[in-house]
Nanobody
Framework: HVQLVESGGGTVQPGGSLRLSCAASGFIFRDYWMYWVRQAPGKEREAVADVDNTGRATYANSAKGRFTISRDNAENTVSLQMNSLEPEDTAMYYC????????????WGQGTQVTVS
């Protein structure tokens, strides 16, 4: 049974920090690229960061310099450290997994809400 379980969301003041975590199970974690995807009401879904199965990370322009994604293949977890948060970062944040040879996300978590206010 595949599961992606996010945690760490909450409400923070502008300029604050949060660390999101995602625990994965039910699939071969090391074979997947892992993403943090956010969606705010009325806005397009945005992949803010991803980390491939070698640990190489990429970021959306909105996240560069503020967010850091990391993964632990031994623990089957992926994290997103978010610093210098802005009201525009308010969204539901989802953990998503894409098999390295595929073109679409295959697994999703239930999301964790981040509110910057």
């Amino acid at each position: 049974h595949v599961q992606l379980v996010e945690s760490g969301g909450g409400t923070v003041q502008p300029g604050g920090s949060l660390r999101l975590s995602c625990a994965a199970s039910g699939f071969i974690f090391r074979d997947y690229w892992m993403y943090w995807v956010r969606q705010a009401p009325g806005k397009e879904r945005e992949a803010v960061a991803d980390v491939d199965n070698t640990g190489r990370a990429t970021y959306a322009n909105s996240a560069k310099g503020r967010f850091t994604i990391s993964r632990d293949n031994a623990e089957n977890t992926v994290s997103l450290q978010m610093n210098s948060l802005e009201p525009e970062d308010t969204a539901m944040y989802y953990c998503a997994a894409r098999y390295f040879a595929a073109t679409r996300w295959r697994h999703w978590g239930q999301g964790t809400q981040v509110t910057v206010s």
